[in-house]
C-alpha cells in the first residue's frame, strides 16, 4: 500500500490532501509512524523523531495513530486478496506476498486488478511487484511508486539486478555498505565479481547468502501461516528520564497493556521469553532478555535494571516491554516428547 496510514488518514479527511502530513504520537518525542509523499520531498520518512521532521517541514501536518481504523482496512484488502489466491504472506498491516503461480493469468493482469479492486472499494491506490521470487518482487514494488507496479521476467532477472545499487538487496544497510564501498563495490553487478569463497572469508554465512541475493536468487517460498514471534509495546517520554525509579511507574503500565494484548489476541501462545529495551537520549539503545514462561512483574524489573546498568545512568527517552514466543511446532514437540511413559 501507498503510505498507508497517511493516505488512510487523507480519505477520511480530504482537507489534508496535498499538504505534507504524518501519522506520529501526541508529542515531539515520539517518531512518525509514516509520512506522505507531500512530506517525504521534505526528507520526513518513517521511525524520524517528530522534532527532526518539524525541523525539516515546520508546517508539517502531525495526526495521532489509529491502528483500530487501520487494523479494520488492512483485514478488507486481505479479503481481495483472498478473491485471488490462499497463498498470503503477511508482512505488516499494509504489506503482503500473494503467490498466484497457480492460477492462469498473467500476473501483472492479477496485479492490475487486485490494485483496482482495492481502489474500489477502499479509495486506496496500492502498488505492485510481479517476479518469480520474493526478493526481486520486493524490490520490484517500489519501482513504480505510488500507484504503480513493475513485472521482472525470469529473463531480465540478471540485467534487473546488476544495475541495483547494492543497499537495494534486503539486509545491507548503511554499515554493510560501509563496508562495501572500500572494495569499490557500489552495485549488484560489482559485488557479483566477487566469488562464494571470497564472500565467505569476509563476512562468514551472511556472505554465502549475499552472493545470492545480489544474483536475484531467493528459494523463499510464500509461507500463509507465518507465525508472529513476539509482541512488544514502546513509549518515547516527552522529557528524558534521568533516574531509574521514574522508570517503574511506565514500566508498570505497559505490562498492563501487554498483559490485556495477549489475553485478548495472543492467549493460545507460549511465552518463550521477556524482553526490555531501552534507548538513551544520544540514541544508543540496549535490549535485556531472560528466558521466562510467564508474564512477571518482578522479572521485568530486574531486566530494567540491567539494562538501566548498561547505559551507565544515561538519561532515557524510550522504554519497551515485550515477550517473544515459543515456536509452536517446536512446543508442540516438547509436550509430545514430556509426556509420562504408560507402563501395562
Given at each position: 500500500m501507498d503510505c498507508f496510514y497517511a493516505a488512510i488518514e487523507e480519505r477520511e479527511n480530504p482537507a489534508l490532501r496535498g499538504?505534507?502530513?504524518?501519522?506520529?504520537?501526541?508529542?515531539r518525542r515520539s517518531v512518525l509512524t509514516t509520512a506522505n509523499y507531500v512530506a517525504r520531498k521534505y526528507g520526513c520518512r518513517s521511525a524520524m523523531p517528530v522534532f527532526k521532521a518539524l525541523e525539516l517541514c515546520p508546517h508539517l501536518i502531525l495526526v495521532p495513530v489509529r491502528f483500530e481504523l487501520y487494523r479494520a482496512v488492512s483485514s478488507?484488502?486481505?479479503?481481495?486478496?483472498?478473491?485471488?489466491?490462499?497463498?498470503?504472506?503477511?508482512?505488516?498491516?499494509?504489506?503482503?506476498?500473494?503467490?498466484?503461480?497457480?492460477?492462469?493469468?498473467?500476473?501483472?493482469?492479477?496485479a492490475r486488478e487486485i490494485r483496482a479492486q482495492i481502489f474500489e472499494e477502499t479509495g486506496l491506490t496500492a502498488s505492485a511487484g510481479i517476479s518469480?521470487?520474493?526478493?526481486?518482487?520486493?524490490?520490484?514494488?517500489?519501482?513504480?511508486?505510488p500507484n504503480g507496479q513493475k513485472q521482472v521476467t525470469a529473463e531480465e532477472i540478471p540485467a534487473f539486478m546488476a544495475a541495483l545499487p547494492v543497499g537495494?538487496?534486503?539486509?545491507?544497510?548503511?554499515?554493510?555498505?560501509?563496508?562495501?564501498?572500500?572494495?569499490?563495490?557500489?552495485?549488484?553487478?560489482?559485488?557479483?565479481?566477487?566469488?562464494?569463497?571470497?564472500?565467505?572469508r569476509r563476512f562468514g554465512k551472511w556472505g554465502l547468502e549475499l552472493w545470492h541475493l545480489c544474483r536475484g536468487i531467493d528459494a523463499r517460498a510464500v509461507t500463509p501461516d507465518r507465525t508472529r514471534k513476539s509482541?512488544?509495546?514502546?513509549?518515547?517520554?516527552?522529557?528524558?528520564?534521568?533516574?531509574?525509579?521514574?522508570?517503574?511507574?511506565?514500566?508498570?503500565?505497559?505490562?498492563?497493556?501487554?498483559?490485556?494484548?495477549?489475553?485478548?489476541?495472543?492467549?493460545d501462545r507460549a511465552i518463550r521469553s521477556l524482553v526490555v529495551k531501552m534507548k538513551f537520549a544520544d540514541f544508543h539503545r540496549t535490549t535485556a532478555e531472560r528466558a521466562w514462561h510467564t508474564l512477571d512483574p518482578v522479572i521485568f524489573e530486574e531486566l530494567l535494571t540491567?539494562?538501566?546498568?548498561?547505559?551507565?545512568?544515561?538519561?532515557?527517552?524510550?522504554?519497551?516491554?515485550?515477550?517473544?514466543?515459543?515456536?509452536?511446532?517446536?512446543?508442540?514437540?516438547?509436550?509430545?516428547?514430556?509426556?509420562?511413559?504408560?507402563?501395562?
Open positions: 499538504q505534507p502530513l504524518a501519522v506520529a504520537g501526541s508529542d478488507r484488502i486481505r479479503a481481495i486478496f483472498g478473491r485471488f489466491t490462499e497463498l498470503i504472506e503477511p508482512l505488516s498491516l499494509d504489506e503482503a506476498y500473494l503467490d498466484v503461480s497457480h492460477l492462469q493469468s498473467d500476473g501483472s493482469a492479477i518469480t521470487n520474493k526478493l526481486v518482487a520486493k524490490i520490484a514494488s517500489d519501482w513504480h511508486k537495494r538487496i534486503w539486509g545491507v544497510g548503511e554499515k554493510m555498505r560501509e563496508k562495501l564501498s572500500p572494495l569499490g563495490i557500489e552495485t549488484c553487478a560489482d559485488l557479483q565479481r566477487l566469488d562464494q569463497l571470497e564472500l565467505s509482541v512488544s509495546s514502546e513509549m518515547t517520554f516527552a522529557e528524558n528520564i534521568q533516574v531509574l525509579p521514574a522508570l517503574i511507574p511506565p514500566l508498570r503500565g505497559m505490562i498492563e497493556g501487554l498483559a490485556e494484548d495477549l489475553a485478548k489476541s495472543h492467549a540491567d539494562a538501566w546498568r548498561r547505559g551507565e545512568h544515561r538519561a532515557v527517552r524510550l522504554l519497551g516491554v515485550g515477550v517473544r514466543f515459543e515456536d509452536p511446532k517446536t512446543a508442540a514437540q516438547m509436550e509430545f516428547f514430556s509426556q509420562p511413559e504408560e507402563r501395562g
